[in-house]
């Protein structure tokens, strides 16, 4: 049994999220981490957890535009190129996979909307499995950097994501 942890991250705070959720995922079941750019195409992926994550942009999933915008304010130059979540998840119809979704999120202000809803959304409409609602971990500002304790945070969410995972139970 195996996990694949695909992330976009655009100043580091996420990909932090994403190593994290992977240790914890580790602990449980062998998990691959994957940049979305150098992801495969969603149709293509045999594993038993697939857990997605990305920052929230403009209330949800990041565009071209709100990409750029993140580079103009200093965001990593492989955070811009290529595609995001939204690119990577719109490109496949149908994916009947075990899921779980995460994202960063500005603390303050705390602004509606959460690319981890979002995601989960889509991957839903695709016939995947949702396994528990996604989550969400907080950042300083929009560049960040992580709020005290939330990688820790994202290493426990990891492990119970992927027990859930072995137990073949939802947990909504």
């Avoid at 995922?25 to 957890?49: F, H, K, Q, R, Y």
């Avoid at 535009?65 to 990577?88: F, H, P, V, Y």
């Avoid at 929009?142 to 990891?158: C, L, N, Q, S």
Wanted: hydrophobic share 40%.
């Amino acid at each position: 049994m195996g996990a694949i942890v695909v992330y976009e991250s655009m100043f580091g705070n996420t990909e932090a999220v994403a190593r994290a959720v992977a240790e914890g995922i580790g602990s449980v079941m062998p998990v691959e981490l994957v940049e979305v750019n150098s992801a495969p195409p969603l149709a293509s992926m045999s594993t038993d957890l697939l857990v997605v994550g990305g920052p929230t942009h403009a209330f949800g999933l990041s565009r071209a535009n709100t990409r750029a915008d993140a580079k103009q304010r200093g965001a990593r130059d492989e955070a811009s190129s290529g595609l995001g979540i939204r690119e990577w998840l719109e490109a496949t119809e149908s994916a009947p996979l075990r899921v779980a979704t995460f994202d960063t999120h500005v603390k303050k202000p705390n602004l509606p909307g959460r690319a981890s809803h979002a995601a989960e959304r889509r991957l839903h409409r695709m016939g995947c499995e949702i396994l528990t609602r996604g989550m969400s971990f907080y950042v300083d500002g929009y560049d960040g950097p992580m709020y005290a304790g939330e990688v820790d945070r994202a290493r426990k969410w990891g492990t119970e994501v992927a027990r859930c995972a072995l137990s073949g139970a939802a947990s909504r």
